[in-house]
């Protein structure tokens, strides 16, 4: 099973900060990564889907980048509303399909 | 817009069978997608148990496969799920949605299941 390990597990950042997000896979998994968030009793959202595509309606402040073992989802300028828990998924030995463990991004 | 609706009981006794339906809307279930259930716990954070196709093909998270059935039901536009022999680890909130290629693009609200005698 291929493991995705988050980190870091919170970051405190203020409103308009950059956030930077990894997610590292203990196999390649191509670019087969997506990139969700979950907000507190919502179900998580698709944001970025193949490693760097923008899923529908999602804002260009958020960007996803990486292929292989090592991804990056960032954040250009955090708004308030993107404080929330940010999962990384990968499918690359299908049909078989992990998440990560999430990053909180919390206020500071 | 796709939209994804589960229902069934919270609260399912030791050893039992959990049992939830995801009614469909927005669109047809005979699609080229699949639809599955995910689940979260505080411990083990999101889960992949397993998905379903229109004409019936099945996928399965292996850990949980001997426990789990599927189905589908056309005319209704929606899709179930049975687990058996459940125990407190399966206390969850289960998820269900629409798989495209290699992404879960549409999620239900979620559904609380707690196992409890």
């Known amino acids: 099973e291929i493991v995705l390990t988050q980190s870091p597990a919170t970051l405190s950042l203020s409103p308009g900060e950059r956030a930077t997000l990894s997610c590292r896979a203990s196999?390649?998994?191509?670019?087969?990564l997506a990139w969700y968030q979950q907000k507190p009793g919502q179900p998580p959202r698709l944001l970025i889907y193949?490693?760097?595509n923008r899923a529908t309606g999602i804002p260009a402040r958020f960007s996803g980048s990486g292929s292989g073992t090592d991804f990056t989802l960032t954040i250009s300028s955090l708004e308030p509303e993107d404080f929330a828990v940010y999962y990384c998924?990968?499918?690359?030995?299908?049909?078989?399909?992990?998440f990560g463990q999430g990053t909180k991004v919390e206020i500071k | 817009q796709v939209q994804l609706q589960e229902s069934g009981p919270g609260l399912v006794k030791p050893s039992g069978t959990l049992s939830l339906t995801c009614a469909v809307s927005?669109?047809?279930?005979?699609?080229?997608?699949?639809w599955g259930w995910v689940r979260q716990t505080p411990g083990k954070g999101l889960e992949w148990i397993a998905e379903?196709?229109?004409?019936?093909?099945?996928n399965y998270n292996l850990s949980l496969k001997s426990r789990v059935d599927l189905s589908v039901d056309k005319s209704k536009n929606q899709f179930s799920i049975k687990l058996y022999s459940v125990t407190a680890a399966d206390t969850a909130v289960y998820y269900c949605a629409r798989l495209s290629l290699r992404r879960v693009d549409y999620w239900g609200q979620g559904t609380l299941v707690t196992v409890s005698s």
């Open positions: 196999q390649s998994v191509s670019s087969y």
């Open positions: 998924q990968q499918r690359s030995n299908w049909p078989l399909l992990t």
């Open positions: 379903i196709y229109h004409d019936g093909s099945t």
């Open positions: 193949d490693a760097s």
């Open positions: 927005g669109g047809s279930i005979s699609t080229n997608n699949w």
